[in-house]
Every structure is written in C-alpha cells, then in structure tokens.
C-alpha cells in the first residue's frame, strides 16, 4: 500500500498517486519552464538595470535635499515645514527602497533556482503514463488471477467428477 493511505485499497492510492501526476504534469507542461526562461532572464536584467538607475537617482536625491537644507532659512516654519515633509518623503522612499529590494531579492533567488533546475514536465509525463501503465497491469493481474481461480475450481470439479467415473466404473466392473 501507499504511504499516506493506510486504510486505503491498494488501487485507490494508486488512483490518487495518478491524479497526483496527472496535475503535476499538467502544471508545469502549462508553465513551460523552457520559454519561460528566456522571459525571467529580461527581468533579471531590467531588475540589475533599474537597481543601478535608482542608485545614481538617491545620490541625487540625497544631494539635492542636502542642498535644498544648507539654502533654506531655518527659523522660517515654511522651511521647518518643508523640511519635515522631505523627511517624510524620505522615510517613505527609504520603505518603498526596502520592500524593492526584498522583492528583487526574492525574485533573483527564485530565479536561479528556476534556471538551475532541469524542467520537470518531461519526467512527470513519463511517471505518469508509467503510472497508467502500471495501474493497467495491476488490473490485468487482478483479472488473470480470477480467471486462474476459476480454472483452478473447474479442475478440482472435473478431478473429482474424474474421482467419481473411476468408483462409479469400479462398482460396475465388481458387480460383472
């Protein structure tokens, strides 16, 4: 029996390894991981392009805050103001910069992953129709081993109908 289905008949866990397959395979034959390849690796080009982009931009940024700070008068409330909106600002970019680059690190990891591993959707097809073809076999056996029963049982009934011509031929030969 399967693991996982103890109390299962042996058929009905098979059942489910093929259904198991069926998805499985299905899954990535839909996910083509080989033309998808081609796609994450834009990407992962377009995220190495943009990180270096918003490196050069918070340089700049940084400059010109610095330089908006050093101008300003700072007993004006407008520049106190102003000064605690860009700290906001800041604060805020500072998140988005954060979740940014947890998200590109994710999906860089991911990626690798993804183009190290050969695609599964071959070798899942292939267990799955050695699944099918085992699952017929196992039906096959089922049915020749009734079949044998049943041959097994009409050859004890002709070796004793055998058994009783034998007596029955024997009484007829005394009583002569």
Excluded at 32 to 52: H, M, N, V, W
Excluded at 81 to 90: M, S, T
Excluded at 163 to 170: P, S, Y
């Amino acid at each position: 029996m399967a693991s996982g289905g103890a109390d299962r008949p042996a058929g009905d866990a098979h059942a489910g390894v093929h259904a198991d397959l069926s998805a499985a395979a299905r899954c990535w034959a839909q996910l083509d991981l080989e033309s998808l390849r081609p796609r994450l690796d834009e990407e992962g080009l377009k995220i190495a392009e943009y990180q270096e982009e918003a490196v050069a931009n918070r340089r700049k940024l940084a400059e010109s805050t610095k330089e908006f700070r050093r101008t300003i008068d700072k007993d004006n409330a407008v520049a106190k103001a102003c000064g605690n909106l860009l700290r906001q600002y800041q604060e805020e970019i500072d998140r988005l910069t954060k979740r940014s680059k947890h998200g590109e690190v994710a999906f860089l990891h991911l990626y690798q992953k993804l183009f190290e591993a050969p695609d599964p959707a071959p070798a899942l097809a292939a267990a799955f129709e050695t699944a099918s073809h085992a699952t017929d076999l196992e039906a096959q056996c089922r049915r020749l081993a009734l079949e044998l029963a049943e041959y097994k049982a009409e050859s004890t009934l002709l070796k004793n109908q055998d058994h009783t011509i034998r007596k029955l031929e024997d009484k007829v030969g005394v009583c002569r």
